[in-house]
């Protein structure tokens, strides 16, 4: 059948129909043989009820349980286990206050000195990137994961997840939420209670629901 197509495209689309046939059959094929956590990662639509994640996601929660129930004065556990539990950190001046909590840590990357106050929350299914000298206001919260607004679709468990990346020296303020896909550059001061849908230029300040920058410095 897909030799059939290959060719009726050839023959009506020239050379071009053909190579975006080819290109698309390659596509779907690799899609097929990936895992729903590689689809996960890659941006594809993805099963959020498979078995591995569903572990992986079980393993974290037990993780961020403990942490959650140290003693706040135990500061080296805490940060020994924020290097354990977060794919990346970039030195062993990282501070989240308690609680914390993200899905699956690994795929968060933090620079250096990055501080969190309480209730910082990642839904991490896609990779969350965040710079050096980072400051992070209470109730914030980052989501990559992306539904469907169509409920038939949406009931599927099938969903899909986009990065964000936050530049060096930003400062996040209290209850902001920042959607999937965004990236906010460097020097940039979101004010406190935003809804970051878009992306954020370098050296901006930004508020509001939608954010939008109010002051270039």
């Known amino acids: 059948m897909l030799i059939l197509f290959c060719a009726q495209a050839e023959r009506h689309y020239g050379l071009q129909g053909l190579f975006f046939l080819r290109n698309f059959a390659e596509t779907i094929t690799t899609i097929d043989a990936m895992t729903e956590k590689e689809k996960m990662l890659s ?16 393993e974290t929660k037990d993780l961020i349980h403990q942490y959650n129930l140290l003693m706040p004065t135990q500061l080296d556990k805490r940060r020994e286990m924020l290097m354990d539990l977060l794919g990346h950190v970039g030195d062993d001046r990282v501070f989240i206050n308690q609680p914390f909590y993200c899905d699956y840590g690994k795929h968060i990357r ?21 710079g050096d000298d980072c400051f992070v206001g209470p109730n914030v919260s980052i989501y990559t994961a992306c539904h469907s607004t169509d409920p038939v679709e949406r009931n599927t468990r099938r969903e899909w997840a986009l990065p964000v990346t936050i530049g060096d020296n930003v400062w996040i303020g209290g209850s902001v939420t920042i959607l999937a896909g965004v990236t906010i550059g460097d020097n940039v001061t979101i004010g406190a ?14 508020v509001g629901n939608p954010c939008r920058v109010i002051k270039t410095l």
């Open 193 to 206: 209670g935003s809804v970051v849908t878009r992306d954020i230029p370098s050296n901006t300040v930004a």
């Open 43 to 58: 941006g594809q639509i993805y099963s959020a009820v498979d078995e591995q994640l569903i572990k992986e996601l079980n």
């Open 110 to 130: 933090v620079g250096k000195r990055f501080f969190a106050n309480f209730n910082f929350t990642v839904l991490d299914e896609a990779l969350v990137t965040i």
